[in-house]
């Protein structure tokens, strides 16, 4: 992508060519135009240019190809301007072999003298034909011309303008004025004559080198009957865009966002999966809650247990990990866990005031788990054949309006500016793929800059709007595509189905299922009971099992809870209180595997009312605790 716009831009701005006739001193002292104008904006221009000097062998002439129409109203102030194409078509040089470029905006001519390198004068005649495009102003036409060219590189001596207009127009209307960059010198200088339809202006000094001489009149709508028009090339950039902002939607679709189906219900997380793998491979994010729901297994694994001490927790170490079956990513947290105590227990309180630092290395930890063994990586790499088809449409979409751009306005500017819009929203969309930080920032800030150049040309600078904001809208999705095809892999994605499966049992389960599973293990509801947290069901999976029988985990100790009083609703009132505590102080951890992107479930937030109930319910849990 970016070799085909560094193609285009070297292609652009190489170097248009100026007026020049060999290496030798010269001087222009004539340069007479003809230009004929017909009813359908079409013209035909004859120019008669004689130079003199000591050696001339080659003469450059630069021929615009595109218009800018300025139109004001009675006082003289700019109402609009309006930036058309123009065709150069049917270029002739009489006796001279020449050469025609095309370059944005313009043509290059350049005329090779038939006898060698020619001394004293030297006359040559260049003709060539213009068909003007429609300015898409409704209410006035216009004439609009630089008729003697701006950035010839001597001075002339001479010069002689003849424009015949097809039909009669308003005398009041014509102006003639001679231009020196963007600066109008007005008519002084020029005297300017009008007989029936033919207006001829005659220079009475020399013109200085780079000042030009431009035509503008302002005609009645209708003026002109049959003119080309750019509305073939608006319609192509509009049902271009739309329909391949349709096609990144469905590749995004197809392959770039976590499918949410599953094939059957599971009564247990797969293979052995632990809360905090299964908050991960739910949406690529290591959070506090999945660190949370990891204290809450060691506690029901017989490693830890939790008792309540007035308005704080303390978490205990009950037993040393088993050096065989542990995973880098526990022990991690569970050493540095209680370092952050006296070494056999921690409270929320000593916590909070701790860096974490072995919160975030367990984090960490945890991805790499995955994404450092093919067989266990949820989510593809950075380059994937999706994000490869992202890209070729993105490119594809990138030239049309390019072609389309260019076309409808011939400006060299809007071709610039396309080209650094479109590298600017591709290097934002690649910049941001696995960033986070700075350079997240930078990818947001890049396609910013894209739109804001896209919106200024095409809105404010040809005045397309309907185009424009669709342009906007496939730069918009290119940069999402490219950025977020997260997709997963084949094992993620059978990972995600049977966890959907699971989550969706404790969402489902009824009172007569659970009776059964209560009555083989006594101990489920404190079992699933960490899965259910980190999958945001905690709430409703307390509620499902209150009117049935079930011990009280020996793990966490209460004043206000006993065998005797024990239901699950209650405990789970005082357990959130403790799993809000604990994800307060490690709020500030959150690991994520910048490879999901689109690819994971935002479940947390989205997904599931409960953890808003979870939230309601920890505020009550606390004012018990304060009432005790």
Request: proline share 3%; charged share 25%.
């Given at each position: 992508?970016?070799?085909?716009?560094?193609?285009?831009?070297?292609?652009?701005?190489?170097?248009?060519?100026?007026?020049?006739?060999?290496?030798?001193?010269?001087?222009?002292?004539?340069?007479?135009?003809?230009?004929?104008?017909?009813?359908?904006?079409?013209?035909?221009?004859?120019?008669?240019?004689?130079?003199?000097?000591?050696?001339?062998?080659?003469?450059?002439?630069?021929?615009?190809?595109?218009?800018?129409?300025?139109?004001?109203?009675?006082?003289?102030?700019?109402?609009?301007?309006?930036?058309?194409?123009?065709?150069?078509?049917?270029?002739?040089?009489?006796?001279?072999?020449?050469?025609?470029?095309?370059?944005?905006?313009?043509?290059?001519?350049?005329?090779?003298?038939?006898?060698?390198?020619?001394?004293?004068?030297?006359?040559?005649?260049?003709?060539?034909?213009?068909?003007?495009?429609?300015?898409?102003?409704?209410?006035?036409?216009?004439?609009?011309?630089?008729?003697?060219?701006?950035?010839?590189?001597?001075a002339i001596d001479k010069a002689v303008?003849?424009?015949?207009?097809?039909?009669?127009?308003?005398?009041?209307?014509?102006?003639?004025?001679?231009?020196?960059?963007?600066?109008?010198?007005?008519?002084?200088?020029?005297?300017?004559?009008?007989?029936?339809?033919?207006?001829?202006?005659?220079?009475?000094?020399?013109?200085?080198?780079?000042?030009?001489?431009?035509?503008?009149?302002?005609?009645?709508?209708?003026?002109?009957?049959?003119?080309?028009?750019?509305?073939?090339?608006?319609?192509?950039?509009?049902?271009?865009?739309?329909?391949?902002?349709?096609?990144?939607?469905?590749?995004?679709?197809?392959?770039?966002?976590?499918?949410?189906?599953?094939?059957?219900?599971?009564?247990?997380?797969?293979?052995?999966?632990?809360?905090?793998?299964?908050?991960?491979?739910?949406?690529?994010?290591?959070?506090?809650?999945?660190?949370?729901?990891?204290?809450?297994?060691?506690?029901?694994?017989?490693?830890?247990?939790?008792?309540?001490?007035?308005?704080?927790?303390?978490?205990?170490?009950?037993?040393?990990?088993?050096?065989?079956?542990?995973?880098?990513?526990?022990?991690?947290?569970?050493?540095?866990?209680?370092?952050?105590?006296?070494?056999?227990?921690?409270?929320?309180?000593?916590?909070?005031?701790?860096?974490?630092?072995?919160?975030?290395?367990?984090?960490?930890?945890?991805i790499e788990y995955f994404s450092r063994?093919?067989?266990?990586?949820?989510?593809?790499?950075?380059?994937?054949?999706?994000?490869?088809?992202?890209c070729l449409v993105t490119v594809a979409?990138?030239?049309?309006?390019?072609?389309?751009?260019?076309?409808?306005?011939?400006?060299?500017?809007?071709?610039?500016?396309?080209?650094?819009?479109?590298?600017?929203?591709?290097?934002?969309?690649?910049?941001?793929?696995?960033?986070?930080?700075?350079?997240?920032?930078?990818?947001?800030?890049?396609?910013?800059?894209?739109?804001?150049?896209?919106?200024?040309?095409?809105?404010?600078?040809?005045?397309?709007?309907?185009?424009?904001?669709?342009?906007?809208?496939?730069?918009?999705?290119?940069?999402?595509?490219?950025?977020?095809?997260?997709?997963?892999?084949?094992?993620?994605?059978?990972?995600?189905?049977?966890?959907?499966?699971?989550?969706?049992?404790?969402?489902?389960?009824?009172?007569?299922?659970?009776?059964?599973?209560?009555?083989?293990?006594?101990?489920?509801?404190?079992?699933?009971?960490?899965?259910?947290?980190?999958?945001?069901?905690?709430?409703?999976?307390?509620?499902?099992?209150?009117?049935?029988?079930?011990?009280?985990?020996?793990?966490?100790?209460?004043?206000?809870?006993?065998?005797?009083?024990?239901?699950?609703?209650?405990?789970?009132?005082?357990?959130?209180?403790?799993?809000?505590?604990?994800?307060?102080?490690?709020?500030?951890?959150?690991?994520?595997?910048?490879?999901?992107?689109?690819?994971?479930?935002?479940?947390?937030?989205?997904?599931?009312?409960?953890?808003?109930?979870?939230?309601?319910?920890?505020?009550?849990?606390?004012?018990?605790?304060?009432?005790?």
């Amino acid at each position: 992508m970016m070799l085909v716009l560094a193609l285009l831009l070297t292609m652009i701005l190489a170097p248009c060519g100026t007026a020049k006739a060999g290496t030798a001193a010269f001087k222009t002292t004539g340069f007479n135009v003809r230009i004929n104008v017909n009813t359908d904006n079409t013209a035909t221009v004859d120019e008669e240019i004689t130079l003199s000097g000591s050696a001339i062998d080659t003469l450059t002439r630069r021929i615009p190809a595109r218009s800018v129409i300025v139109y004001r109203d009675d006082a003289g102030k700019t109402i609009k301007t309006v930036r058309t194409p123009v065709r150069v078509e049917n270029i002739h040089v009489e006796n001279d072999s020449f050469t025609v470029k095309r370059r944005p905006g313009s043509r290059i001519v350049t005329i090779k003298n038939q006898g060698g390198n020619a001394k004293g004068k030297k006359t040559y005649h260049l003709s060539y034909e213009l068909v003007c495009f429609d300015d898409t102003v409704n209410s006035s036409d216009c004439f609009s011309s630089m008729v003697l060219p701006q950035d010839w590189e001597t001075a002339i001596d001479k010069a002689v303008i003849t424009l015949t207009m097809p039909k009669k127009f308003a005398r009041k209307n014509v102006k003639i004025e001679a231009v020196q960059g963007n600066e109008n010198l007005g008519s002084d200088g020029i005297k300017t004559s009008i007989q029936g339809r033919t207006i001829t202006s005659r220079t009475t000094r020399t013109l200085s080198k780079g000042t030009g001489i431009k035509a503008e009149i302002n005609l009645p709508e209708g003026y002109f009957q049959g003119e080309r028009s750019a509305f073939l090339y608006r319609i192509m950039i509009i049902a271009g865009c739309l329909l391949l902002s349709i096609i990144l939607a469905l590749l995004w679709y197809r392959f770039g966002r976590a499918k949410r189906s599953f094939s059957t219900v599971e009564k247990e997380p797969p293979d052995a999966m632990t809360p905090p793998e299964a908050g991960y491979i739910l949406d690529g994010v290591v959070g506090a809650k999945d660190l949370v729901s990891m204290v809450l297994w060691f506690c029901d694994r017989g490693y830890a247990s939790i008792k309540e001490e007035g308005k704080d927790w303390r978490i205990c170490r009950m037993q040393d990990l088993p050096a065989e079956q542990v995973k880098d990513y526990q022990k991690t947290f569970f050493d540095g866990l209680f370092a952050a105590g006296d070494g056999d227990s921690v409270t929320l309180e000593a916590l909070k005031k701790q860096d974490c630092l072995f919160s975030r290395a367990a984090a960490k930890q945890l991805i790499e788990y995955f994404s450092r063994n093919r067989k266990r990586r949820i989510f593809p790499g950075k380059v994937t054949m999706q994000r490869a088809a992202a890209c070729l449409v993105t490119v594809a979409g990138f030239l049309m309006v390019f072609f389309g751009v260019h076309s409808m306005s011939g400006d060299l500017v809007a071709d610039v500016i396309v080209i650094a819009a479109a590298g600017l929203c591709f290097a934002g969309g690649v910049a941001g793929i696995g960033g986070d930080g700075r350079r997240n920032l930078l990818s947001w800030l890049l396609l910013a800059v894209s739109l804001a150049l896209l919106g200024w040309m095409l809105i404010g600078r040809l005045h397309v709007l309907v185009a424009g904001l669709l342009v906007l809208l496939f730069a918009a999705a290119s940069y999402l595509v490219v950025r977020f095809m997260g997709g997963r892999t084949r094992y993620g994605n059978e990972a995600l189905q049977r966890l959907l499966g699971f989550r969706e049992y404790i969402r489902m389960a009824d009172g007569e299922k659970l009776v059964q599973e209560a009555e083989n293990n006594p101990y489920y509801y404190s079992n699933m009971l960490p899965y259910a947290y980190v999958l945001g069901t905690a709430k409703k999976w307390s509620k499902k099992f209150e009117p049935i029988s079930t011990p009280l985990p020996d793990w966490y100790a209460s004043p206000l809870l006993t065998e005797e009083n024990f239901d699950t609703w209650a405990f789970f009132r005082r357990l959130a209180g403790f799993t809000k505590a604990l994800a307060a102080a490690l709020a500030e951890i959150e690991a994520k595997d910048t490879l999901s992107a689109f690819g994971g479930l935002r479940h947390r937030k989205a997904d599931d009312q409960d953890a808003a109930g979870q939230d309601e319910e920890t505020g009550k849990a606390e004012e018990e605790n304060e009432d005790a």
